[in-house]
């Protein structure tokens, strides 16, 4: 059977006023417990939300990309700790090194949760890093958003949202949002660092989420397919 890597972005994980989105974490615990369609499931959770809320307070006041980073590595690791504890599953272990993450799976492990491992990476490197190790071909990313628009749908009314992209299309559609160089709390659909490791190593990105988060089965394969 097959292994599943799922990234849960900060910015689903919390709502606007920063309250805990416990209601969609137990249909993704829900889903998991009914699943067989995956011998074990990886779970990444981000900062996102939280930790921007955090650094935006003090940004200015910090000099340094590192302490920056550190923040956002322990809000998304508090964020998968909460979530490995709302599972209450022997079969469910929590990670913070991905290389034990990797070989526990390979052991037969159920699944695992992780956040935050490097200074510099972002958790959709995380997952991508995991999904290189376990020989998984396409990492799932759940978001606030549908889709990958051509823009950003809550500016622009006429932004169009894309089933398929290439990775050399979506590096060069997003090259300005995202840089060239994974910054402390950035927010893209996937960062440059990451884009870059997926299209050499072939992995598939499946960006989905917004209102489609009633739906774990859709969720996890619809929205937009960025790949080689």
């Known amino acids: 059977m097959d292994i599943a890597v799922i990234k849960i972005g900060g910015s689903i994980l919390y709502d606007n006023d920063l309250k805990l989105n416990v209601d969609f974490l137990r249909k ?5 417990q009914n699943q067989d369609d995956y011998a074990s499931v990886v779970f990444v959770t981000g900062g996102g939300r939280l930790s921007r809320f955090l650094l935006n307070q003090v940004k200015e006041d910090i000099n340094s990309d590192s302490p920056k980073h550190r923040v956002g590595i322990k ?18 272990e929590y990670f913070e090194s991905t290389s034990e993450l990797c ?9 695992a949760l992780i956040g935050g491992v490097l200074e ?23 978001s606030n958003i ?5 823009s950003d749908p809550y500016k622009y009314e006429d932004s169009e949202p894309f089933e398929t992209l290439t990775w050399e299309k979506y590096i060069k559609l997003f090259h300005e949002q995202i840089g060239y160089k994974h910054k402390p709390n950035m ?3 996937i960062d ?33 397919l960025v790949s080689k």
């Not at 993704?28 to 998991?32: E, G, L, Q, R, S």
């Not at 979530?83 to 022997?90: A, E, H, S, W, Y």
């Open 146 to 150: 549908d889709y990958i628009y051509s």
């Open 75 to 92: 809000v998304s690791r508090v964020n998968a700790i909460m979530f490995f504890g709302l599972f209450n599953d022997n079969e469910v």
């Open 103 to 111: 070989a526990s799976i390979k052991k037969g492990k159920k699944g």
């Open 28 to 32: 993704i615990i829900h889903w998991f």
């Open 120 to 142: 510099g990476w972002s958790t959709d490197m995380v997952a991508a890093s995991i999904a290189c190790d376990l020989g998984v071909k396409e990492v799932k990313k759940i």
């Open 187 to 189: 927010s893209a659909p």
């Open 192 to 224: 440059i660092e990451c884009s870059l490791f997926c299209k050499e190593k072939d992995i598939a990105f499946r960006v989905s989420g917004g209102e489609l988060t009633s739906d774990v089965v859709d969720l996890l394969n619809s929205g937009t």
